[in-house]
């Protein structure tokens, strides 16, 4: 039998295939130094290509790692040696956009940011949106069910995906490129390939659901005393505003702190006196409206001092404190999370994480800060140790208490390989064991993404 290189060569032409020292020249993430090890990176043009590319692999055992902007966080899009990745990169052209449907039509290399600004072109908008918008691409914002900034308006990627095509690991190629909001004709197949992390199937097009562009956007920040006040201000600027409501940002005062000390070049737009911060966005809300329901909230005593955004670029200025999380990397070896509970938990969660943390270690850094509005917290972690025992003990801390409380270890990074030891925390048996099943039937040789999220065995 022929070489399983030799056949993909042969089959999409050798500007398609990269191989030898050309493959550890291209880098494994973002957020990571070391490069890609691979056999060999497949760079397809054509959903025919990658449908090519997958039987032939499929037919000689070969895994494959779909790969997009790499600015993952859970290491689902690392490869070993003898993988072979499958990048989307040439899928990067917007195919058609809709105005009166409010549709795109993309392909799954496309970055973030160029669908935002793409859509705002034609007046809409693409609500998605998170820190990495300018290096991630839909593909990969499919695979992971990306949540980012404005969940608490619009939903995770999930709500935002109208139809998509994909490629099974035998090659066949699944477009159901539905246009359409409403289609309740059958199952919804599309799901099956949105959140699973590239492991049922790999997307190459999408069909998403743009919205009308607001006339008016108004961006707060504000300083809270007590934390049962978060929950109190935050369901009073929901109602306040009309369901305007689309984004709900927490930094605890360490987070701030660190976001807006040099060599941060942020600036603090309220003193660092107080334990909590909220940026507070909402659309389509008129400035009269906005100015009250935060007079009403400074009546009331939920918050103790604001400041509203005049101009495009204090706007900017209060989001690219939120945006600045590399600065927690100042204090490394840091690890990441990524957890959600019910709002109503998160008080007694961080205490419990913390006294664990205090426990095991003298020097703590738990820097938090989230998508408070939809349940979810990051916490960048320092002990001022390393190594992987000590991750490992940081991540019991973090996880364990979950379990206590019906929390996820995933809010929207998935899982991948770091949190495949905890799945179990928020999955049931039951559940897990139907994954494995749906694994088998879509890719019986288990060559999609092999070892992530949970282990299979082939022979069961």
Sequence with gaps: MADVVEELVEALGEESVITGPAVQERS??????????????????????????????????????????????????????????LSLERFNRIEAINPVDRTMVVGSGVVLQTIQEAADEHGLMFPLDLGGRGSCTIGGNI???????RVVRFGMTRDMVL????????GTVVSSMNQMIKNNAGYDLKQLFIGTEGSLGVVTRAVLRLREKPVNVATMFVAVDEFPKLAAFLKHMDAALGGGLSAFEVMWNNFYTLVTTEPATNQPPIPRDYPYYVLVEAMGSDAARVEAALADALDQELIVDAVIAQSEAQREQLWAMRDDVAQ?????????????????AMEGYLAEVNRRLAERYEQVNNFTFGHMGDGNLHLVISVGEGGPEVRRAVETCVYEPLAEIAGSVSAEHGVGLEKKPYLSISRSEAEIGLMRRLKKALDPNGILNPGKIFDLDIAD
């Excluded at 056999?39 to 790969?67: D, F, M, W, Y």
């Design 163 to 170: 139809g998509l095509e994909a490629v099974l690991a035998d």
């Design 28 to 85: 494994a993430g973002i957020w990571r130094s070391d490069p890609i090890r691979a056999k060999a990176v497949l760079r397809p043009r054509t959903t025919e290509e990658v449908s090519r590319a997958l039987a032939i692999c499929n037919a000689h055992g070969q895994s494959v790692i779909a790969q997009g902007g790499l600015t993952g966080l859970v290491e689902s899009a690392i490869t070993r040696p003898d993988d072979i990745a």
């Design 143 to 149: 695979s992971t069910n990306a949540g980012g900034n």
């Design 328 to 344: 927690t990397f100042r204090y490394s070896p840091a690890y990441t999370f990524d957890v959600s509970m019910r709002i109503s």
